[in-house]
């Protein structure tokens, strides 16, 4: 297998302190490319750093919603120009969170606005963090129709009626460990409705654990194998041919 996990938060000290060993556990699982996703000023810089010195790392880079309130119009330009390089394949994670509301929604709502701004500039995909926002987000995103190069909502929970709207919008969909918890009954269902070159998955590691590995801690890239082996499940398909087609769905979202 060739697996993509396509955001990751390398950076983050549970993982940053034993990369190697961590890359290397990946490519023996399958995981054979990251994508590393920046959350603020100075974890954005050590993406960068990150994606110079690993060749099969790529990076997204944004300011997360819980941040909004600290961020200035000179971060936004700082995170235009650190953009522009050739391996920063998007823009995000950017979105709303409303469950734990660590900036105020208007807040939320104009760095938003302002990162997808930037991605529709320089048409990068865009990824989005959506908690407790799901029709905030879908509205401001309506607002950029025929703009954004892609969007995929990431870390997915949405209801059938959710998604319908997502795939009639032509947005992709990202599927985390969450999926593969005993009560994800009805999440799984709604991954069978999202055709494969719609789908993405990812670990969001060190957070989410996918099942039957929920009591390793920190998530790590190896670990997408069990989220790969459960949507394949859930498909009825092989785990490898599924791979391959995910695959092939993550390098067409992120130009790869
Ligand atoms: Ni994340």
């Given at each position: 297998m060739n697996l993509i996990d396509t955001h990751a938060h390398l950076t983050f000290e549970e993982l940053s302190g034993q990369l190697d060993d961590v890359l290397a556990r990946s490519v023996d699982a399958g995981v054979t490319r990251w994508i590393t996703v920046g959350t603020h000023v100075a974890d954005n810089e050590q993406v960068l750093r990150l994606i110079d010195k690993y060749d099969n790392m790529y990076g997204a880079l944004g300011y997360h919603p819980h941040d909004a309130k600290d961020i200035s119009d000179a971060d936004m330009e700082l995170l235009k120009q650190q953009a522009a390089h050739i391996k920063v394949l998007a823009i995000g994670e950017c979105g709303l969170d409303?469950?734990?509301?660590?900036?105020p929604a208007e807040t939320q709502q104009r760095i938003f606005r302002v990162h997808l701004d930037i991605a529709a500039d320089i048409q990068k995909p865009v990824v989005i963090h959506t908690r407790e926002a799901f029709d905030e987000s879908m509205a401001i995103l309506a607002e950029y129709a025929g703009r954004l190069k892609n969007v995929v909502i990431h870390c997915y929970g949405g209801d059938v009626e959710q998604t319908r709207l997502v795939l009639d919008r032509g947005y992709y969909i990202s599927f985390t460990g969450t999926v593969t918890f005993k009560r994800s009954e009805a999440l799984r269902e709604v991954a069978k409705m999202i055709p494969l070159d719609r789908l993405m998955i990812e670990t969001d590691c060190p957070y989410i654990s996918p099942h039957p590995k929920r009591n390793i801690r920190p998530n790590e890239p190896a670990l997408l194998i069990h989220t790969a082996q459960c949507l394949a499940d859930v498909h009825g398909m092989e785990v490898e041919e599924f791979a391959q087609k995910i695959t092939q769905t993550s390098e067409v979202f992120f130009g790869l």
């Open positions: 409303y469950h734990y509301m660590h900036s």
